[in-house]
């Protein structure tokens, strides 16, 4: 068995594959407390999954995936698209 890691919210590690033209759900709830929560789900007849926080945790999830698109770009530019002499792109 393995340790837990006390440092760490949660024991659980999972791998998200995103992909372009994917249809995510969102929603939203009033908690028990008072508290605002969201949701953005994705479900197939295979495999679902939901992230759910509080708008502020949702929007730092949402910069977070915006600088990491950005640094993969810079990265790894993509390569120009191929000209062919005589056509116009």
Known sequence: MMP???TRRSALSVALL???GTRYE???W????GQPHGSVRYDT???WFTIQGRPTAL???AQALLRCAELTEQT??????????????
């Open 76 to 89: 790894y530019p993509a390569p120009a698209a191929a000209v062919v002499e005589g056509v116009a792109g």
């Open 26 to 28: 969102v929603d939203c």
């Open 45 to 47: 007849d295979r495999a």
């Open 30 to 33: 009033m908690a028990g407390n």
């Open 4 to 6: 837990t890691d006390p």
């Open 18 to 20: 995103a992909h372009a």
């Open 59 to 61: 929007r730092e999830l």
